[in-house]
């Protein structure tokens, strides 16, 4: 009766332990890659020149490079379009592998994904051609209304200003106006619902091109310089070691440097990650 008291917990401590495998397999399992060969990206596709759709095929620099990254991973890259303010939630609820938005590495967004740079970037001010408001830099926003995509980087920075510059200095707050995506925001201002953009300073190029007619870059600089990174889901380690030793194979390519030139982009230098990656 002993022994068979013995067999009986021993069989139960080895199903328990076969459940648990089971369920640490399931968990890796869950936070690999979705589908065999493919990267799926979450990717606001409305973010000229990064990600934009051209003849109904996503196109843009962010859609190429990840083009040429899946390539040296021996992966095929696949783009959900997916709006901005559901690109995080969609890859923490696991719905993509990555995210692959131009989305600028924050320390909040740090506290809720990880991310891994891949360009650098930075914000310009647009301006209607003509107009005798023409602000240079963001103290030129006080008691003006400034029109923006939602959900992006540069917006804490603009409503802390508005406190600790505008208002302490006794002047009027900015009004900020939050659109769902960047060519909206664009609209807003041309039909005088804000009286200024910011925006990404490639994508204020991007527009300047298309509506150059209409539209000027304000700002004289870069503004709020900063790093442009892949999201990865916290934990998943699979896929984020995975991009990490791709970046480094495909930065040694000439696609790599031909794609930095096409676009007029910059790759982030070892002082950028030093000084632009947040703490």
């Known amino acids: 009766?002993?022994?068979?008291?013995?067999?009986?917990?021993?069989?139960?401590?080895?199903a328990v332990g076969t459940v648990s495998a089971l369920l640490?397999?399931?968990?890796?399992?869950?936070?690999?890659?979705k589908e065999e060969g493919k990267?799926?990206?979450?990717?606001?596709?409305?973010?000229?020149?990064?990600?934009?759709?051209?003849?109904?095929?996503?196109?843009?620099?962010?859609?190429?490079?990840?083009?040429?990254?899946?390539?040296?991973?021996?992966?095929e890259a696949e783009n959900i379009d997916t709006r901005w303010a559901n690109l995080i939630p969609g890859l923490r609820g696991g719905r993509f592998d990555i995210t692959n938005s131009s989305m600028y590495i924050?320390?909040?967004?740090?506290?809720?994904?990880?991310?891994?740079?891949?360009?650098?970037?930075?914000?310009?001010?647009?301006a209607v051609k003509g107009n005798d408001?023409?602000?240079?830099?963001?103290?030129?926003?006080?008691?003006?209304k400034i029109g923006s995509m939602a959900g992006t980087a540069w917006l804490k920075k603009i409503q802390t200003l508005s406190k600790e510059y505008c208002e302490a200095n006794g002047l009027e707050p900015i009004a900020i106006s939050e659109y769902p995506t960047d060519p909206q925001t664009t609209q807003a201002m041309l039909s005088r619902a804000v009286e200024a953009q910011i925006t990404d300073a490639a994508v204020a190029r991007g527009v300047v091109d298309k509506l150059g007619n209409r539209i000027v870059i304000s700002s004289d600089t870069i503004i709020y310089a900063v790093l442009n990174g892949f999201g990865v889901r916290k934990g998943n380690d699979e896929v984020k070691q995975a991009l990490i030793e791709g970046l480094e194979k495909f930065s040694k390519t000439p696609e790599y440097a031909a794609l930095l030139k096409k676009y007029n982009f910059q790759a982030p230098t070892a002082a950028d990650l030093e000084e632009l990656m947040p703490k």
């Open 1 to 14: 009766m002993f022994k068979n008291r013995i067999a009986r917990s021993t069989l139960r401590s080895v």
């Open 24 to 33: 640490a397999v399931s968990s890796m399992s869950a936070l690999a890659f």
């Open 39 to 75: 990267i799926i990206a979450g990717s606001d596709i409305t973010f000229f020149p990064y990600e934009y759709m051209d003849n109904n095929k996503p196109a843009g620099f962010d859609i190429e490079f990840l083009d040429g990254l899946a390539k040296v991973m021996g992966r």
């Open 106 to 126: 924050t320390a909040d967004r740090l506290k809720v994904i990880d991310m891994i740079p891949y360009l650098k970037s930075g914000v310009s001010i647009l």
């Open 133 to 144: 408001y023409q602000p240079k830099t963001p103290e030129d926003f006080c008691g003006h």
